[in-house]
């Protein structure tokens, strides 16, 4: 293994580090801040604080990344769109569902990531990725159903499904891009799908009582969202969407402790099931 894929290895397990803290703290938040809002924010403290060092770059070194280009137009808009929606799905079902299993349940942008990937994008997949994909696939639909005897499933899992398969395809977006200037697609990321989620929440007549909690979303996205994406990219450049996804989650399972630290939250038997299941599908994915 080359010098330059250690680090995009290092880029990816630190960008599922920075986002892992997003779903427990996301959670906490919605008490106070609307689902459609936090979305918003969040994307909006990831383009805010990413332009800042955007600045500080610019002043302290020559920028020698590549720009992007009308030829990358289809997939920046891509990316912006499924961006807006993604998030939203994902606080709809935060407000529905645990955090732990939220936070499990985005393993599933493993399995959306690399099958998009194939079909649409030609990327191949090995068969341990396949094995894994099956696996995480199975853990997904665990933690789902609500009730096995009635198979009624739980809709907050549902909407999370929804938003990792959103984010899937824009991971693959965003592969197209990765060659490009970092910074530039995060802060077009963070701008582009923040004012876009905030039209449709104050559309919705969402609105906040208390402002600072404001400021505490701003900075979540920042950290969770602008810095996370921000090494994402820097490794998808070395390792492709669908490997830099496998390393990627490592991230859900941070979540899910975190979780059930801050939350105090008993795992039932439904979710230790499916968290050791996940646990072979993200060696075999990593590995």
């Not at 935060?94 to 194939?118: P, Q, R, W, Y």
């Not at 105090?264 to 979710?271: D, G, Y």
Request: with cysteine; proline share 3%.
């Amino acid at each position: 293994m080359e010098k330059k894929e250690y680090r995009a290895i290092f880029f990816a397990i630190l960008a599922a580090a920075l986002y892992a803290i997003s779903s427990p703290i996301s959670k906490l938040l919605l008490n106070e801040v609307p689902p459609r809002m936090m979305a918003a924010f969040l994307y909006l403290g990831a383009g805010l604080g990413m332009s800042f060092i955007d600045v500080i770059r610019r002043k302290n070194h020559k920028n020698t990344e590549a720009k992007l280009t009308k030829k990358e137009l289809p997939y920046t808009i891509g990316m912006v769109m499924l961006d807006i929606a993604a998030p939203i799905f994902l606080m709809l079902g935060l407000t529905m569902t645990s955090a732990a299993n939220v936070s499990l349940l985005n393993n599933f942008e493993i399995v959306a990531t690399s099958l998009i990937a194939l079909l649409i994008f030609k990327e191949p997949i090995g068969k341990r990725l396949w094995v894994a994909i099956i696996l995480i696939t199975i853990a997904s639909i665990i933690l789902s159903v609500e009730d096995v005897s009635s198979l009624s499933f739980s809709f907050g899992s549902i909407f999370v499904l929804l938003a990792a398969t959103c984010w899937g395809l824009e991971n693959n977006c965003t592969r197209k891009l990765s060659v490009k200037d970092p910074l530039q697609v995060v802060v077009i990321k963070g701008f582009g799908s923040g004012l876009g989620s905030l039209i449709i929440a104050l559309m919705s007549g969402e609105k906040i009582d208390d402002i600072s909690f404001v400021m505490w979303a701003l900075i979540l996205g920042f950290f969770a969202y602008g810095l996370s994406i921000f090494f994402y990219i820097y490794a998808q450049r070395d390792l492709g969407a669908a490997k830099t996804s496998a390393y990627y989650a490592i991230s859900p399972f941070i979540g899910a402790a975190l979780s059930l630290i801050i939350f105090r939250e008993m795992p039932t038997l439904s979710f230790i099931t499916a968290l050791a299941i996940m646990i072979a599908g993200m060696y075999l994915a990593s590995t």
